[in-house]
């Protein structure tokens, strides 16, 4: 019995996807990026960029599908894009809804997420009171 254990672990050593190979180690690299994108769960919504986010979701998506495709058939790199892409499609969504909290339609959201406008710049009712506050700075004062 120890013996087989001994030889598959020395086919896993020995394998394309081993861990002498590059095709094992970028993906345990890139676990810090999912790591990352977890860490920022408990940051406010308006911090995180859309526009990275997208990059992130996109990036996880294309290598999960390529990573499928390629000989040898990495897993490893699979599993690790597909977290990528899991994530930045969940903190693309708490940016969504902030941004639908500001009281922005659909249209108006995803704008402002693709362009990178975050935070109260991007609400209609804060871009009134800008209005209100320079129309009341620019009013000549009467005495």
Known sequence: MAS???????QFLRSETGPRTIHFWA????????????SDFNRPAEKISG?????LAATGMIWTRWCMIIKPRNILLASVNFFLGAVALTQLGRVYNYQT??????STSVKNIISGKTGA?????AAQALKVQQ????A???K
Request: hydrophobic share 45%.
């Open 4 to 10: 087989a254990g001994s030889s598959r672990f020395q």
């Open 27 to 38: 993906p345990v690299m890139k676990w810090a990026l999912v790591f990352a994108g977890i």
């Open 51 to 55: 526009t990275q986010q997208m990059a």
């Open 101 to 106: 909290s500001l009281g922005n339609d659909f």
């Open 121 to 125: 710049e991007c609400s209609p009712i």
């Open 135 to 138: 129309a009341i700075e620019s």
């Open 140 to 142: 000549p004062v009467s």
